[in-house]
């Protein structure tokens, strides 16, 4: 048989869904590995899906997706962020922002154009330009700095083939928040040496200390960003698979295009979810947002506590915690953890080489739970 897809093969599995898998095995395991809300999507959402099913709302939508979704998500940038796009044209309503990363790469990227990549970072980022046919270029950032984005160092790696800039913010997996500062750095070197930026915004909502900045409000920016969010995260609708696109309008329109060829359209019953989880109540958002803080106060400090030096995370719902005390690697730690204990990370190796030295740990699960991996982690690290 002649070879399959050098590129696509060359890939490794996820390093998340590697640890999940061995969890799913195993009897009283606390998953602190997957990055996803422990909530219900609130129930004014559901019965709006519920409804749209009823009445046999469960044919396409334009390629573009529903109107009234485009024109609320528009509306929600502007009234928070002061953001100005416009629905026509310039929003994409798309399958997850996973989707969406995935298009933006695609319309951006001619082959063996570079794309650099601050990380640790979210582990699709990297593949994801491998399989638009760009070539992904890694800069560091570094714990100490609380992960900000270094603009000299960008500046550094490059290159007459650098295309673009991918970053998220707040940050899976470390939880932290651009500075405004950082980002402006970052916008200039953008503007020098002409580049696009890919904005990964889908935690935006859970922010806890200080502010977040959408990236396309930074003044210089707007022309030359493509920002991503969705519903995934905050309005706790993973499985619902709504994200969206706002991009100028020449790469929204080819964002369409690979779209319609290929997804077609988001699923109409959670397009209309979602225009009910923006145009409805708000109340259940603040809830969890207030829910996670919690959760995150009392996690971070327990894990302090317990010897586990950890940077204080500004949003998304992830701690990152040095555990370099234990003189194990991290892929080693999780692996015993998860064997001994039953607590389930994830190495921070798998985000790229600056996370070596951590592992990710989800506290979007229940209090008590948390408590209790606090318990075990403890008698973990006593046992080394």
């Not at 003044?219 to 696109?245: D, Q």
């Not at 369409?256 to 989880?277: I, W």
Request: glycine letters at 8%; aromatic letters at 8%; charged letters at 20%.
């Amino acid at each position: 048989m002649k070879e399959l897809n050098a590129v696509i093969t060359a890939c490794p599995p996820s390093g998340i869904r590697r640890f999940f898998d061995i969890a799913s095995e195993m009897d009283d395991v606390i998953s602190l590995g997957v990055g996803e809300p422990d909530f219900v999507t609130p129930w004014h959402v559901r019965e709006a899906g519920i409804y749209a099913l009823e009445n046999g709302y469960t044919t396409y939508t334009s390629n573009a997706g529903l109107p009234r979704l485009r024109e609320l998500i528009c509306a929600d940038l502007a009234a928070r962020y002061g953001a100005d796009y416009s629905p026509d044209g310039e929003c994409l309503i798309t399958t997850g922002v996973s989707e969406g990363l995935d298009l933006t790469l695609r319309v951006l990227l001619n082959p063996g154009d570079e794309v650099i990549v601050p990380e640790p970072c979210y582990v699709a980022y990297e593949p994801c330009v491998a399989f638009a046919g760009g070539v992904p270029v890694r800069v560091p950032t570094r714990w100490e700095d609380d992960f900000a984005i270094d603009a000299e160092v960008v500046a550094a790696a490059i290159t007459p083939r650098t295309k673009a800039i991918v970053l998220g913010s707040p940050a899976n997996p470390t939880g932290a928040v651009q500075p405004r500062k950082a980002l402006e750095a970052l916008v200039r070197l953008a503007e020098q040496h002409d580049l696009y930026i890919v904005s990964d915004e889908i935690y935006d909502r859970l922010t806890y200390t200080g502010t977040h900045t959408c990236l396309g409000t930074v003044p210089g920016a707007r022309e030359r960003t493509v920002l991503l969010g969705g519903f995934s995260k905050a309005h706790a609708m993973t499985g619902w698979r709504v994200g969206w696109i706002c991009a100028p309008r020449p790469v929204a329109e080819l964002c369409v295009r690979v779209h319609q060829y290929t997804m077609l359209c988001a699923p109409h019953v959670s397009q209309l979810a979602a225009v009910e989880a923006l145009s409805g109540p708000d109340d259940a958002v603040q809830s969890m947002v207030a829910d996670y803080d919690r959760r995150r106060r009392v996690f971070v400090k327990g894990l302090r506590e317990i010897g586990l030096d950890t940077p204080e995370p500004q949003g998304a719902f992830y701690a990152f915690p040095s555990i370099r005390r234990s003189g194990l690697d991290s892929e080693t730690f999780a692996e015993q953890l998860l064997r001994t204990e039953h607590v389930a990370v994830v190495p921070g190796s798998v985000f790229g080489p600056s996370g070596e030295g951590h592992v990710r740990c989800s506290y979007a699960t229940a209090l008590p739970l948390l408590e209790e991996a606090l318990v075990r982690i403890d008698r973990f690290l006593g046992s080394l």
